[in-house]
């Protein structure tokens, strides 16, 4: 994905009605933004462009309870001041193409 268009098409292409979301418990006092599918595209694409160096994405091993196990790459967006999201992606053996996980 180090190539911006792959980012836009596979950011574009997901249904995000479909995707979980995954948040830490914390008993801290913590912010919850709602953000619309179209703004989260927008600033998602605005922080690809004006942050060309973030294009590394984050390896993580994942297990499940039967002893499977994969890898998700996690890339950081910067959505507002002070505020950044992780969206989760795996790579589909299959259909030879990232999706988004969450």
């Keep these: 994905l ?3 268009q792959l980012s836009y098409h596979l950011l574009n292409n997901t249904d995000w009605s479909d995707v979980d979301v995954f ?10 933004y709602h953000i619309e599918e179209r703004e989260l ?3 998602c ?3 690809i462009n004006y942050r060309s160096y973030n294009d590394n994405l984050i390896p993580i091993l994942m297990f499940n309870k039967q002893g499977h196990y994969w890898v998700e ?11 950044d999201i992780g ?3 795996r ?5 030879k193409k990232m ?3 969450g």
């Design 99 to 101: 999706k988004v996980t």
């Design 2 to 4: 180090n190539d911006p």
């Design 87 to 89: 969206i989760s992606m």
């Design 91 to 95: 790579y589909d053996i299959k259909t």
């Design 45 to 47: 694409s605005q922080d």
């Design 41 to 43: 595209l927008r600033l």
């Design 23 to 32: 948040s830490k418990r914390s008993k801290r006092n913590k912010m919850v």
């Design 73 to 83: 790459f996690v890339r950081i967006f910067n959505i507002h001041v002070d505020v």
